[in-house]
């Protein structure tokens, strides 16, 4: 039983425009959600989260929202640039406890 | 520069031979963590260590063991590898469990022959 969902296993932006990811989750105990950037031959890193507190939270060019009734997050990426081509990974986590990622979106951005 | 590092970043090895991966980290933090991923899948838990208390997965199979013998070290012990255990294994760490953001290893390639 997958908790968290990323549908889009890859998307392809031309630089400039604007990135969305998505990510639908189905524990509704999860109050905590995250996403990380993973380049070719390197770790996960941390991009930016959101508590449910609130519903959206921004970070320069990232901004993460989520719909708590739609159980329901997305990144965007405005303006994308060619460097952000990597995966995505979302992660969610109730109450302090482990985190459950997703499978992953792998974006291309194109110059 | 603060880091997890983890060796080998390939690791090879025969169907049934025991393997170690290990993980160091100069972040002096609490927690760390051993997750699997397999190709286009999530990472999935293994376990992870606060300090020196062991928190293990409930599905992570007997096969897999972990040992940490100091705050910067932490090791994965595949006792008997199997062609379903190749994967990339990752070494996380965190400064506590609670919903904080993780800081990954670039990960072990396991291969298993």
């Known amino acids: 039983d997958q908790q968290v969902k990323q549908n889009s296993p890859s998307l392809s932006v031309q630089e400039g425009r604007i990135s969305i990811l998505n990510c639908d989750y189905t524990?509704?105990?999860?109050?905590?959600f995250l996403w990380y950037k993973k380049y070719p031959a390197e770790g996960p890193t941390f991009l930016i989260s959101?508590?449910?507190?609130?519903d959206k939270n921004e970070d320069g060019r990232f901004t993460v929202f989520l719909n708590k009734s739609a159980k329901h997050l997305s990144l965007h990426i405005v303006p994308s640039q060619p460097g952000d081509s990597a995966v995505y990974f979302c992660?969610?986590?109730?109450?302090?406890?482990?985190?459950?990622f997703g499978q992953g979106t792998t974006l291309q951005v194109k110059p | 520069d603060a880091m997890v590092i983890q060796n080998p970043r390939y690791q090879v090895t025969q169907f049934g031979k025991p393997v170690t991966l290990s993980c160091s980290q100069t972040?002096?933090?609490?927690?760390m963590y051993w997750y699997q991923q397999k190709s286009s899948q999530a990472p999935k838990l293994l376990f992870h260590?606060?300090?020196?208390?062991?928190?293990n997965e409930a599905d992570t199979p007997d096969n897999f063991q972990s040992r940490r013998p100091n705050t910067s070290f932490c090791f994965l012990d595949i006792r008997s590898p199997g062609l379903g255990d190749a994967a990339m294994y990752l070494c996380?760490?965190?400064?506590?469990?609670?919903?904080?953001?993780?800081?990954f290893g670039s990960g072990t390639q396991l291969s298993v022959l």
């Open positions: 996380a760490t965190s400064w506590t469990s609670t919903n904080e953001k993780l800081f």
């Open positions: 524990n509704s105990m999860f109050d905590y």
């Open positions: 959101i508590s449910s507190i609130k």
């Open positions: 992660a969610a986590s109730a109450r302090a406890g482990k985190l459950i």
């Open positions: 972040l002096n933090h609490n927690v």
């Open positions: 260590y606060y300090d020196k208390d062991f928190n």
